[in-house]
T-cell receptor, first 112, second 112 residues
């Protein structure tokens, strides 16, 4: 499977700040890019997802920005809260398949 | 979305024994996946389990070690056979529903 590169590995943000997590991919056949949020001891929860025909998608405080030419996408968390402290995984799905390729994850800590 | 439950939620097992993990979904789904997540790591796909066909295993995973059953559209089991400490991980089932992939809460396995 093609790799999805995620950065940073860890991130510390003050309450009220913006958290930004970046992912890059190589396989141009990917056609769906979800983000998952995982709290300790829990399974990953689907947070937000985007398709490559859209450059941005916003749901509440969470926004995905997608740059098809650069093969990059990012998650922005506005007004970050301590309750957002979790590990975030980006992923990508190949066309004609439901298998996901995951990034290595970003551990976000939002401090008061 | 999909509501997914897994049993057991956690277990501590002796080396050389086997453990069967159950995954139950609240609605009928065609596609079901089993993942492994080692401590602090990303998710690795073990196999795809579609009802009515043999499970398809990813590179590095074999049926003798991880036999899977999929007797109907709401249930699947994954067995971890002849366990060693290297099998200590979180095992997650996931399903595709309306093109989105949802994860169960995971089974935390410790092998001593």
């Amino acid at each position: 499977q093609q790799q999805v590169k995620q950065s940073p590995q860890s991130l510390i943000v003050q309450k009220g700040g913006i958290s930004i997590i970046n992912c890059a991919y190589e396989n141009t056949a990917f056609d769906y890019f979800p983000w998952y949020q995982q709290f300790p001891g829990k399974g990953p929860a689907l947070l937000i997802a985007i398709r490559p025909d859209v450059s941005e998608k916003k749901e509440g405080r969470f926004t995905i920005s997608f740059n098809k030419s650069a093969k990059q996408f990012s998650l922005h968390i506005m007004d970050s809260q301590p309750g957002d402290s979790a590990t975030y995984f980006c992923a990508a799905k190949g066309a004609g398949s439901y298998q996901l390729t995951f990034g290595k994850g970003t551990k976000l800590s939002v401090i008061p | 979305s999909a509501v997914i439950s897994q049993k057991p939620s956690r277990d501590i097992c002796q080396r050389g024994t086997s453990l069967t993990i159950q995954c139950q979904v609240d609605s009928q789904v065609t596609m079901m996946f089993w993942y492994r997540q080692q401590p602090g790591q990303s998710l690795t796909l073990i196999a795809t389990a579609n009802q009515g066909s043999e499970a398809t295993y990813e590179s590095g995973f074999v049926i003798d070690k991880f036999p899977i059953s999929r007797p109907n559209l709401t249930f699947s089991t994954l067995t971890v056979s002849n366990m060693s400490p290297e099998d200590s991980s979180i095992y997650l089932c996931s399903v595709v529903k309306q093109y989105e992939q949802y994860f169960g809460p995971g089974t935390r396995l410790t092998v001593t």
